[in-house]
């Protein structure tokens, strides 16, 4: 997708003719790419779901606070993230993209397989960081490729069907994961290996960092997509650009530069993203201990029930969400925007009515429900980056943009059991921790996603009068 930079373009008549003459790659290249992408991603989302299925065994084995539990949950990821996610992003915009993602989910599955022999709170954490930092080249990679793959009008329909990766991880981890430690209920909680103690449930992580390694095995198949710049745009990295100049160009602080011109379009977007992340990524993460402490379930009755109610959930709303944004985006500039506004609100309403349910099973109900809303509009959101984004620096705007979701959505599991130690004062109701969280975070989400609909429908108009 040929996409305008947002300042300096030296894109003329000329140049718009050789950029819609750009001939298109097969979709069938397209597809297999997509493929390989999506079960990457399963892989990572996969590992992060199995992971908080854990969380309960982690607290028990290492004797920490929910403050603690929920700091391994997510921030120990996003430490990482915040050093190498912007620099590996900017490889993806000067390297092949098909090595970078093989690289990536190589480190991802390597680092968590080796989680399982952490010894130490202290090393679990360390063994986190990394795979924060493994998974941090995936999304601006598989946009960026993504986008160079498929005309304009197919993106949503393929960013739709990137959330499989998703919806499939969600149901298969929860439901997985419970079996998985029935499973390791029947080994010895302790088992000694050359000289280690290892716990039963740190089996799981061994067992699910392996299939990584075949993932980065099949990137290398993947035939690179040409990438669609404006022929008007200057290199990333001007071949006479000093050291400094070079590694400077690591920082996103180009991309940074470049997002402020149009902050009116994009930081309503990025604050929309970032406040709803500390909720629906901070939620996911304490579901099974809301659920076990509130309702006194267990691992495997949870997964049992939750795990094919958010995949029915999941993949109704992806269906209804695609449908929903199209029809949108076929009488709105701004149909993409538009449309997740809407469907925020909905979000909200469940997300503050889940803890308040009286029931495990309408408490899951809820949770599915959120996830519905979810999956509707998460493809809408990305479409609408991937549409203003300029494509010589996609990877590092998509990075940054993702960042907001990663980093806050990691800072949401904390947020939320620093609430539960802080503010409620007791572990046994987690469940007005989550209702204080979701109360303050979602509507404020809600309204920056309607503030952003007029920006972004005048920055549409702008490209396409740009024939962009």
Same mark, same amino acid.
């Given at each position: 997708?040929?996409?305008? %930079?947002?300042?300096?373009s030296?894109?003329?008549?000329?140049?718009?003719?050789?950029?819609?003459?750009?001939?298109?790659?097969?979709?069938?290249?397209?597809?297999?790419?997509?493929?390989?992408?999506?079960?990457?991603?399963?892989?990572?989302?996969?590992?992060?779901?199995?992971?908080?299925?854990?969380?309960?065994?982690?607290?028990?084995?290492?004797?920490?606070?929910?403050?603690?539990?929920?700091?391994?949950?997510?921030?120990?990821?996003?430490?990482a993230?915040?050093?190498?996610?912007?620099?590996?992003?900017?490889?993806?915009?000067?390297?092949?993209?098909?090595?970078?993602?093989?690289a990536?989910?190589?480190?991802?599955?390597?680092?968590?397989?080796?989680?399982g022999?952490?010894?130490?709170?202290?090393?679990?954490?360390?063994?986190?960081?990394?795979?924060?930092?493994?998974?941090?080249?995936?999304?601006?990679?598989?946009?960026?490729?993504?986008?160079?793959?498929?005309r304009?009008?197919?993106?949503?329909l393929?960013?739709?069907?990137?959330q499989?990766s998703?919806?499939?991880?969600?149901?298969?981890?929860?439901?997985?994961?419970?079996?998985?430690?029935?499973f390791?209920?029947?080994?010895?909680?302790?088992?000694?290996?050359?000289?280690?103690?290892?716990?039963?449930?740190?089996?799981?992580?061994?067992?699910?960092?392996?299939?990584?390694?075949?993932?980065?095995?099949?990137?290398?198949l993947?035939?690179?997509?040409?990438?669609r710049?404006?022929?008007?745009?200057?290199?990333?990295v001007?071949?006479?650009a000093?050291?400094?100049?070079?590694?400077?160009?690591?920082?996103?602080?180009?991309a940074?530069?470049?997002?402020?011109?149009?902050?009116?379009?994009?930081?309503?977007?990025?604050?929309?993203?970032?406040?709803?992340?500390?909720?629906?990524?901070?939620?996911?993460?304490?579901?099974?201990?809301?659920?076990?402490?509130?309702f006194?379930?267990?691992?495997?009755?949870?997964?049992?029930?939750?795990?094919?109610?958010?995949?029915?959930?999941?993949?109704?709303?992806?269906v209804?969400?695609?449908?929903?944004?199209?029809?949108?985006?076929?009488?709105?500039?701004?149909?993409?925007?538009?449309?997740?506004?809407?469907?925020f609100?909905?979000?909200?309403?469940?997300?503050?009515?889940?803890?308040?349910?009286?029931?495990?099973?309408?408490?899951?109900?809820?949770?599915?429900?959120?996830?519905?809303?979810?999956?509707?509009?998460?493809?809408?959101?990305?479409?609408?980056?991937?549409?203003?984004?300029?494509?010589?620096?996609?990877?590092?705007?998509?990075?940054l943009?993702?960042?907001?979701?990663?980093?806050?959505g990691?800072?949401?599991s904390?947020?939320i059991?620093?609430?539960?130690?802080?503010?409620?004062?007791? %572990?046994?109701?987690?469940?007005?921790?989550?209702?204080?969280v979701?109360?303050?975070?979602?509507?404020?989400a809600?309204?920056?996603?309607?503030?952003?609909?007029?920006?972004?429908?005048?920055?549409?108009?702008?490209?396409?009068?740009?024939?962009?």
């Open positions: 997708m040929a996409v305008a %930079p947002l300042a300096g030296a894109s003329g008549e000329s140049d718009k003719a050789q950029v819609s003459t750009l001939p298109w790659p097969s979709e069938r290249s397209g597809f297999f790419a997509l493929s390989v992408i999506i079960f990457a991603t399963f892989l990572n989302f996969f590992d992060t779901t199995v992971f908080a299925m854990l969380a309960e065994r982690i607290k028990g084995s290492f004797n920490l606070s929910d403050s603690a539990l929920g700091f391994v949950l997510g921030p120990a990821s996003v430490v993230f915040v050093f190498v996610g912007i620099p590996l992003s900017r490889l993806v915009d000067l390297y092949p993209r098909k090595y970078v993602l093989s990536s989910i190589a480190v991802l599955g390597t680092i968590t397989a080796i989680g022999l952490a010894q130490s709170f202290g090393q679990l954490v360390g063994s986190r960081l990394f795979v924060g930092a493994g998974g941090a080249a995936n999304g601006p990679g598989s946009y960026s490729m993504m986008a160079d793959y498929f304009p009008m197919r993106i949503p393929v960013f739709a069907l990137m499989l998703y919806i499939a991880a969600n149901a298969a981890g929860t439901w997985g994961g419970g079996a998985m430690l029935g390791t209920d029947s080994l010895p909680e302790r088992t000694q290996i050359i000289g280690l103690t290892i716990f039963n449930w740190q089996w799981i992580l061994i067992l699910v960092g392996l299939p990584g390694l075949l993932a980065s095995l099949m990137f290398l993947v035939k690179e997509p040409a990438r710049n404006p022929p008007g745009a200057a290199p990333l001007p071949g006479s000093t050291l400094g100049q070079k590694l400077l160009g690591f920082t996103g602080l180009d940074l530069k470049a997002i402020n011109v149009r902050g009116a379009v994009y930081w309503p977007l990025f604050g929309a993203l970032a406040m709803s992340a500390v909720e629906s990524q901070g939620l996911p993460a304490w579901r099974v201990p809301f659920l076990a402490r509130t006194g379930w267990d691992e495997g009755e949870i997964g049992n029930l939750m795990a094919p109610v958010l995949l029915v959930a999941s993949l109704t709303g992806l209804l969400g695609n449908i929903f944004v199209t029809w949108m985006n076929k009488r709105h500039k701004d149909g993409n925007i538009r449309a997740t506004a809407m469907i609100t909905c979000t909200t309403v469940f997300a503050i009515g889940a803890p308040l349910m009286p029931s495990a099973e309408l408490a899951i109900g809820c949770m599915a429900m959120t996830s519905l809303f979810g999956l509707a509009g998460a493809p809408a959101q990305n479409a609408a980056i991937q549409r203003i984004a300029p494509n010589e620096m996609r990877g590092q705007v998509t990075a943009y993702l960042f907001m979701y990663t980093f806050f990691a800072m949401g904390w947020v059991g620093t609430v539960s130690d802080v503010i409620v004062g007791d %572990p046994a109701k987690l469940w007005q921790a989550l209702l204080i979701a109360a303050t975070f979602m509507p404020v809600t309204f920056f996603m309607w503030r952003a609909i007029k920006p972004y429908g005048e920055e549409v108009r702008r490209l396409e009068s740009l024939g962009l």
